[in-house]
């Protein structure tokens, strides 16, 4: 039994798999592994530097594509995090506003209620009642 799972796990590491892009989340993205890459044997060190340097002037290109399309959807997000931050600061004013005009009439009702608990006093002494 351990044996046939032996071989079948190598089975799978010797198959042959598709190239995987490292950048698969940017759009157009190009880079692959480097062991997929063919490379000459008798390359001089200037090619070498060459094609280094290719690479490196591709994969920063890629990357200033990936941050740029990064820094887009922030933006994104920001102003509409903003546009929630607003409406969000408008209902609280409105809110503040409504509270405040409902604290006024509270105050007069308060008024009242103590204008209208004396006079009940008074009338339950000229009455005579024990409450």
Known sequence: MYG?????YG???TKRRPPVTLDSHIPGGTLEPMADKKIDKNMS???LAQMSQREFTAVRGEMREGFKAVEERFESV???FNAVMNRMDAGFSSIEQKIGALGEDFRHWKHDVLELQGRVERIEKHLKLDV
């Open 45 to 47: 060190v200037e090619e």
């Open 4 to 8: 046939e799972r032996a071989r079948d």
């Open 78 to 80: 920001d102003s509409r």
């Open 11 to 13: 089975q799978l590491a």
